[in-house]
C-alpha cells in the first residue's frame, strides 16, 4: 500500500505530463462552464419559474421573480395536485415492487446459478428474456380485467414485479456465481436446510448487488407513467401519473409556475434520499454494473 | 435448433462436466438447490409478462376496440391497414433512429464527461453529482423543463438573443426533421450522468502503472490513452450501449412530455402511437403495434443477449 502512495507525487514530476499544463490548467474552468451551462440553466429555469406568479411565468424565462411566490405556489400544487395522496400511492406501489422482485429474483437466482443442466440453461435463458423484450402493455390490461385486478395497486405491482424481475435474475445470477460453494457446503455441514443456506449464507452476500438493483429498480418504478397510465390511470394516483395528468388536462395550461412546482415536490423525495446517501449510492451503482 | 437459440441455450464448459454423472448430482441437486425456489419468480414472469405476450400475438388478429363488445377474428386486416396508410413504417423508422441517436449522444455525452470528470478532485467530485441530478429526475419533468426552454420565446433564445445582440426566433420544436434529433438529445442529457458513472468505473479498473509504462516507452498520452485504456473499457461500452438502445426503444415520457409526438407526427415513437391509439379505443391496432414492437426489438435482441452473455463468461 505505502508504494505506490509514496512513488504518487514523483510520478506527476515526470516530464512528460508538462506539455499538457495549460489543458490542465484550463480543465477546472470547463468543468464549471459546463455544469453551469448544461445542467445550471435547466435547473435555475425551474426554480424561478416556480416561484413566479401566473402572469409571470406565462412565458418562461431565466429572470428572478419579481416577487418569490415559492411558498403560495407549493400550497396550491400541493393541494390542487392532491400530493399528499399522489405520494402514497407511488409509496404504496413502490416499495412492494421493490421488495417482490428482490427477494423473488434473489430466490430464482440462486437456483440458476447453482444448479446444472439444459432445462436450467433454457430456464435462465426464458428468465433474462425480459431484459430486452418489451411488455406487452396493452394486452396485460386485457388480462388485468379478466384477473380481476384492474386499476388495483397488487395489478400494478405485479406488472413492475415482472417488467423488472428478468434484470433482477441478470444481475443477481451473475453475482451468485462468483460466491464460491465451499461456504454453502460448510453451512450445509453443519446441518443448515435449502432456505437456511440461502437466508443465512447467501442473502447476506448479495448485499452489493441487491443495492444496485434496488437504486436502478425504485429510480424506474418511482418515476415511471407509462405503465401506470395503462394500468392505474384514473384508478390510483401516483406523483408521476398526477404530473401527466395535470399538465395534459388544461388545468394547469400555460401554468408553468404550478408545473414547476409540481416538478419540485415531486423530485424532493429522490433528491433528498440521494443527498444523504449519495457516496454509497454511487459506489452501489457502478459496483454491481461494471464487475 | 436455429442459431440464435443456441447461443442461448448452450451450457457453458465448466457447467457441462458435472452432468456427466447425471442421476447422482440431480439428486444432490434437488436437495440443496429445490426447484421450488423458481416458482414465484416464473409464477409472476408467466402471469405478467409470458401470458400477455402470448396475448398480443392472438390479438392483433382481431377487431378488438372499445366501440364494440365481441371481439373477432381478421387475420392480417390490422397490420394490412397500419402498412397501407404509412404509420407502421414511419413509426418503426422512428423509433429506430431515436433509438440510435440516444444509444450514440448517451454515450458520447457519458463518456466525455467521464474523461473530463476522471480525477478525484473536489470540484469533479460536485460536478458529477449534479450531472446525476437529472438521472433521478421524471422523464416526464424533462420533457416539460426542455419544453420550457426551447419555445420560440424561450430561455434558450433569449440566451442566444443575449450573446449575438440580435433577436432569435428559432422554433426548436417545429422542425419535422430535426425535432426527433433535439429530443434524442435531451434523452441523452437525462441518462448521460449513469453512463458517466460507467465509464468512471471502467476507467478506474485500468491500473495506472500500465499507462505509465506506456508512457516509458514513449507513446504520447494521446496514443496512451486511445490504444491502451479505451480497448480495456469494452464492458463498460457494452452495458452503455444496451441500456441507452433498450431504455430507448422502450421510451415514451420524454417524447411525450417534449413534443405529444409532433410536429406532424414526425416524433411519434412506437409507444406514442400505442399510447394514442388505445386512447381513441383501437385496442386491436394499438396491441398490433405493440406487437410490431415486440418482433423488432427480439430481432435486434439476439446480438445484445450474445454480448451480454459472452461478457459474463470471460467475468
Redesign the interface.
Known amino acids: 500500500m505505502t508504494v505506490p502512495v509514496f512513488g504518487a507525487p514523483a510520478r506527476h514530476r515526470v516530464p512528460v505530463h508538462r506539455p499538457r499544463g495549460l489543458a490542465a490548467r484550463l480543465r477546472p474552468f470547463a468543468v464549471v462552464a459546463l455544469v453551469v451551462l448544461v445542467m445550471g440553466v435547466p435547473l435555475w429555469l425551474v426554480v424561478v419559474t416556480a416561484a413566479k406568479s401566473q402572469s409571470e411565468a406565462l412565458s418562461p424565462d431565466l429572470s428572478l421573480p419579481s416577487h418569490w411566490h415559492l411558498w403560495d405556489n407549493l400550497a396550491q400544487v400541493w393541494q390542487q395536485g392532491e400530493i399528499p395522496g399522489a405520494f402514497l400511492g407511488s409509496l404504496l406501489v413502490v416499495a412492494p415492487s421493490v421488495a417482490l422482485v428482490l427477494t423473488l429474483g434473489s430466490m430464482a437466482s440462486w437456483i440458476l446459478a447453482r444448479r446444472a443442466g439444459r432445462i436450467n440453461a433454457v430456464l435462465y435463458a426464458l428468465a433474462i428474456s425480459g431484459i430486452v423484450l418489451p411488455p406487452a402493455v396493452i394486452t396485460i390490461v386485457l388480462l388485468l380485467r379478466q384477473l380481476g385486478l384492474a386499476g388495483s395497486p397488487a395489478g400494478m405491482i405485479g406488472v413492475y414485479v415482472g417488467i423488472y424481475l428478468s434484470t433482477v435474475i441478470f444481475f443477481v445470477t451473475g453475482f451468485v456465481r462468483t460466491v464460491p460453494l465451499s461456504l454453502e457446503e460448510a453451512a450445509r455441514m453443519d446441518g443448515a436446510g435449502p432456505v437456511r443456506v440461502f437466508v443465512s449464507v447467501i442473502l447476506p452476500l448479495l448485499r452489493p448487488v441487491l443495492a444496485t438493483a434496488t437504486i436502478l429498480i425504485c429510480l424506474y418504478v418511482w418515476n415511471d407513467v407509462f405503465y401506470a397510465f395503462f394500468v392505474v390511470g384514473g384508478r390510483l394516483d401516483t406523483l408521476p401519473l398526477n404530473l401527466f395528468q395535470v399538465a395534459n388536462a388544461g388545468l394547469y395550461l400555460n401554468n408553468w409556475h404550478l408545473i414547476f412546482a409540481y416538478i419540485i415536490l415531486m423530485s424532493l423525495p429522490l433528491l433528498i434520499v440521494f443527498a444523504v446517501a449519495q457516496r454509497k449510492i454511487i459506489s452501489g451503482i457502478t459496483g454491481g454494473a461494471v464487475k | 435448433m436455429p442459431p440464435g437459440q443456441e447461443t ?4 457453458s464448459t465448466e ?1 457441462r462436466a ?2 456427466r454423472r447425471r442421476t447422482p ?2 439428486i444432490g ?1 434437488n ?5 421450488w ?2 416458482a ?3 409464477a ?2 408467466f ?7 402470448l ?2 400475438f392472438i ?1 392483433a388478429f382481431t377487431d378488438w376496440s372499445s366501440f364494440k363488445s365481441d371481439i373477432r377474428p381478421v387475420g392480417f386486416d390490422n397490420f394490412s391497414y397500419l402498412l397501407s396508410d404509412g404509420t407502421l413504417f414511419s413509426a418503426l423508422r422512428i423509433t429506430v433512429v431515436y433509438a440510435a441517436l440516444v444509444a450514440l449522444f448517451q454515450n458520447l455525452f457519458g463518456f466525455g464527461l467521464a474523461v ?2 476522471e480525477k478525484d ?1 473536489w ?2 467530485r460536485v ?15 424533462v420533457g ?3 419544453q ?2 426551447l ?1 420560440p ?3 434558450l433564445n ?2 442566444l438573443s443575449a450573446l449575438t445582440g440580435q433577436q432569435v426566433n428559432i422554433a426548436w420544436l417545429g422542425s419535422t426533421t430535426w425535432t426527433l434529433v433535439l429530443a434524442a438529445i435531451i434523452h441523452a ?1 437525462k441518462w448521460m450522468g ?1 453512463s458517466m ?2 465509464y ?3 476507467l478506474k ?1 485500468v491500473p ?1 502503472d500500465v499507462t ?1 509504462a506506456a ?1 516509458m516507452d514513449g507513446a504520447s ?1 494521446w496514443q496512451a490513452f486511445w490504444s491502451i485504456r479505451f480497448p480495456l473499457l469494452a ?2 461500452i457494452t ?1 452503455n450501449v444496451a441500456t441507452a438502445l ?1 431504455g430507448s ?2 421510451g ?2 420524454i417524447v411525450q ?1 417534449l413534443t405529444g409526438g409532433g410536429p406532424a407526427r414526425s416524433t411519434e415513437i412506437l ?1 406514442i402511437f ?2 394514442r391509439t ?1 386512447g381513441q379505443g383501437l ?1 386491436a391496432q ?2 398490433t403495434m ?2 410490431v ?2 418482433l423488432m ?2 430481432l435486434l ?1 439476439f446480438p ?2 450474445r454480448i ?1 452473455r459472452k461478457r ?1 463468461q470471460i ?1
Do not use: C
Open positions: 442461448l441455450t448452450r451450457p457447467r458435472p452432468a448430482v440431480k441437486q436437495r440443496t438447490h429445490p426447484m425456489f423458481l414465484p419468480a416464473f409472476i414472469l402471469v405478467f409478462f409470458f401470458l400477455p405476450t396475448f398480443n390479438y473530463l470528470l478532485t470540484l469533479n460536478a458529477r453529482l449534479f450531472f446525476l441530478i437529472p438521472v433521478l429526475m421524471s422523464a416526464l419533468a416539460y423543463i426542455f420550457a426552454l419555445k420565446d424561450g430561455s433569449d440566451l442529457w449513469l458513472l460507467i468512471l468505473a471502467g479498473t495506472e505509465e508512457k498520452s464492458p463498460a452495458f433498450l426503444m422502450n415514451f415520457d412530455a409507444n400505442i399510447y388505445f385496442f394499438a396491441t405493440s406487437l414492437l415486440f426489438v427480439a435482441a445484445v443477449i451480454l459474463e467475468l
